[in-house]
């Protein structure tokens, strides 16, 4: 089946540093999802991505979608400490309503 | 809007016993997720429907698990009975239908989980 990859599992950067993630598949997708989950509470979505090279901006988070359709990068600039959560990706491919999504990425900021 | 709605946020409940758990999606939204998440395995899809009808329930761990959906404003997830592997947190999502060829337009939006714990 459709398996998501993202990396790094886990980071730790000081507060102010710019911080970037992928997310890699075996399949190729046609829609991408960035989500963000605080602890205690349901992923929020942060930028959804539709076509292939596409990079689209959320304050001061940006993201891409890969030109293979088969990766996304995420990227955070000048980071707070509330930036601290869980980043998950999720991908969608032409067939299916439902995404599949990565295990995370853990983001930790030291102040 | 405000957004999915579950219940009960937390859940405490000894094995064996049945577990309902309650999901409001937004309105206006055609289909409806239920997830399941757990340190092992992360996000797992359980269960969608499309109009209330149930499109893949393909990831139901097993028939001790069942859903429903009534109507367009409400879905129940069932554990019956319940054990401890079941411990974990249960996310409810809902999406708009996507437009004619606009596949991007079906954002989930989860609401804030159920917390099951089995004893």
């Known amino acids: 089946g459709q398996q998501l990859n993202q990396s790094p599992q886990s980071m730790f950067i000081q507060e102010g540093e710019d911080v970037s993630m992928n997310c890699t598949s075996s399949?190729?997708?046609?829609?991408w999802l960035w989500y963000k989950q605080d602890p205690g509470e349901g992923p929020v979505l942060l930028i959804a991505?539709?076509?292939?090279?596409e990079l689209t901006s959320n304050g001061r988070l940006t993201a891409q979608f890969g030109i293979t359709r088969k990766d996304s990068f995420l990227n955070i600039s000048a980071s707070i400490p509330s930036d601290v959560g869980i980043y998950f990706c999720?991908?969608?491919?032409?067939?299916?309503?439902?995404?599949?999504f990565g295990p995370g990425t853990r983001l930790s900021v030291l102040p | 809007d405000a957004g999915v709605i579950q219940s009960p946020r937390h859940e405490v409940t000894e094995m064996g016993q049945e577990v309902t758990l309650r999901c409001k999606p937004i309105?206006?939204?055609?289909?409806l997720f239920w997830y399941r998440q757990t340190m092992m395995r992360g996000l797992e899809l359980l269960i969608y429907?499309?109009?209330?009808?149930?499109?893949?329930d393909s990831g139901m761990p097993e028939d001790r698990f069942s859903a429903k959906m009534p109507n367009a404003s409400f879905s129940t997830l069932k554990i019956q009975p319940s054990e401890p592997r079941d411990s974990a947190v249960y996310f409810c999502?809902?999406?708009?239908?996507?437009?004619?060829?606009?596949?991007?337009?079906?954002?989930?939006?989860f609401g804030p989980g159920t917390r099951l714990t089995v004893l």
């Open positions: 399949s190729i997708f046609n829609t």
């Open positions: 429907f499309n109009n209330n009808v149930p499109i893949d």
């Open positions: 309105s206006g939204h055609d289909y």
């Open positions: 991505l539709y076509k292939a090279g």
């Open positions: 999502a809902s999406s708009v239908l996507p437009g004619q060829g606009a596949w991007g337009s079906n954002e989930q939006f």
């Open positions: 999720a991908g969608r491919d032409n067939y299916g309503q439902n995404f599949v």
